[in-house]
């Protein structure tokens, strides 16, 4: 049975390549290699007007965030503005100190109120599974947390934990944590989620950054300010809430889960 240490850094927007450096500098002084998130879009957010400006910023802190995680040892993931073709994408990657830096997927459901769709192509991927040290990870996005039939898609490669990362406001709390507790109960699996705090394009966000458990229980819960917090995965807790019972499919539907073309 593994046990890993999985860990979020809440931080505001940064607008600023070089302001990524004290949180990295924080995850240095840590002693146990960890699985560290960022918030969504974490450098620029939701600035449209300078997408293009962000873009080329995204690629500096791909550099920096690709060779602290080979010469550290942890692992780093986020979003980040991403050019394709001459469309942009907000895409989650992965920054590993063995296979390099890793494109998961790219955002699928945009959020319409906040005029995503008008600058952001949807991804035409799901998200890719990644494995570390036996423990399987799904992965979502934000506005993508209101749709169980992404995280059910992802059953096919048995996830113990899905990483979610957002820009989720204030105004919406109770809907962030309840979300997130549905998430993990109805998948009998760890969530992870690292959400943006401060002052943002789109408003206040809500921070309260968390891992909770299969069972529902909130290991750790960050407030609205800054921070980071880490703590370790029990593999031995899912397999024993799944002997109790596994209720991710039920025996009474066949429901086939595919992407619409």
Known sequence: MKSLNFGVCQ?????????IDPWLEKISEE???????????FLGGFDYEKKDIWVEKCLEVKEIMNSFARESGNILAGTLWQKKDGKYYNTFYLFTPDQGTLEVYSKIHLFLPGKENDYFTAGENTPEAYRWDEI??????CHDLRYPELFLYQHSSE?????????????????WLTLLKARAIENQ?????CNGMGNSALGRLAGHSCLITSWGKSVFILSEEPGMKKARLEE???IEDRKMFDSRRSPFFDLAFKRRQ
Do not use: T
């Open 11 to 19: 931080c505001p927007v940064l607008s600023k390549v070089e302001d």
């Open 31 to 41: 002693q146990e290699k960890c699985f560290w998130v960022f918030p969504e879009l």
């Open 136 to 141: 399987r990870m799904g992965f979502a996005i």
């Open 159 to 175: 996830p113990d934990i899905f990483i979610v990362n957002a820009q989720w406001p204030l105004a919406r709390i109770e809907h």
């Open 189 to 193: 699996c760890y969530v992870l989620a």
């Open 236 to 238: 031995k807790v899912i």
